[in-house]
């Protein structure tokens, strides 16, 4: 457990409308991912960081800007949100230096109205 | 496009049975391979982690590894119903430099063990 929290945990916002969704860890890990999960097309990756100020785009970035000013935080935002990315978003970190493996969130429930 | 394919199930095992689930990858530079359990409605929980060919054993767990194949599999002993969960597999390339770290995930398998 990679000490990691997804705020907010449920959010409803409507079509149009900013949303920015936050992923905290305390174990200093250098690399983070945002996934979203959706029945039939499982965990697909979104954006991730491999260090501050340091982020590059995954599979299915479109529609989706990510940030992160400091080790512990990495946010998402959809900067207009549309009813195709009412999804569960799961944040993940992993630190190269101790293992190759990726630890979860509890995930953040959105629905886009 | 690096491609993992599981058997979306459900599997149904009796309860002290073993359930064996099975995953292909399609990028022969693959490197790392993880099983993931995930709950309903929860967060995927990270079980087993395997990188070279051959078993890896964990209490009920063993991962099992065939590069020349292409092919992973998790075998859980003695099924209970607290094992009833989707089973991720989870492949990535971290030993070949890529240096993105990235796991491409299969869709899960749905386990269910019944008592």
């Known amino acids: 457990d990679a000490g990691i929290t997804q705020s907010p945990r449920h959010k409803v916002t409507e079509t149009g409308t900013p949303v920015t969704l936050r992923c905290h860890q305390t174990?200093?890990?250098?690399?983070m991912y945002w996934y979203r999960q959706d029945p039939g097309h499982g965990l697909r990756l979104i954006h991730y960081?491999?260090?501050?100020?340091?982020?590059d785009k995954g599979e299915v970035s479109d529609g989706y800007s990510v940030s992160r000013s400091k080790t512990e935080d990495f946010l998402l935002t959809l900067e207009s949100a549309t009813s195709s990315q009412t999804s569960v978003y799961f944040c993940?970190?992993?630190?190269?230096?101790?293992?190759?493996?990726?630890?979860f969130g509890p995930g953040t429930r959105l629905t886009v109205t | 496009q690096k491609e993992v394919e599981q058997n979306s199930g459900p599997l149904s095992v009796p309860e002290g049975a073993i359930a064996s689930l099975n995953c292909t990858y399609s990028?022969?530079?693959?490197?790392?391979f993880f099983w993931y359990r995930q709950y309903s409605g929860k967060s995927p929980e990270l079980i087993m982690s395997i990188y070279s060919n051959g078993d890896k054993e964990d209490g009920r767990f063993t991962a099992q590894l065939n590069k020349a194949s292409q092919y992973v599999s998790l075998l859980i002993r003695d099924s209970q119903p607290s094992d009833s969960a989707t089973y991720l597999c989870a492949v990535n390339d971290a030993y070949s430099g890529a240096g993105s770290y990235q796991l491409t995930f299969g869709k899960g398998t749905k386990l269910s063990v019944i008592p």
């Open positions: 960081s491999y260090g501050v100020k340091d982020t």
């Open positions: 174990e200093n890990h250098r690399y």
């Open positions: 990028d022969r530079g693959s490197q790392s």
């Open positions: 993940a970190t992993f630190e190269e230096a101790t293992s190759y493996e990726q630890y």
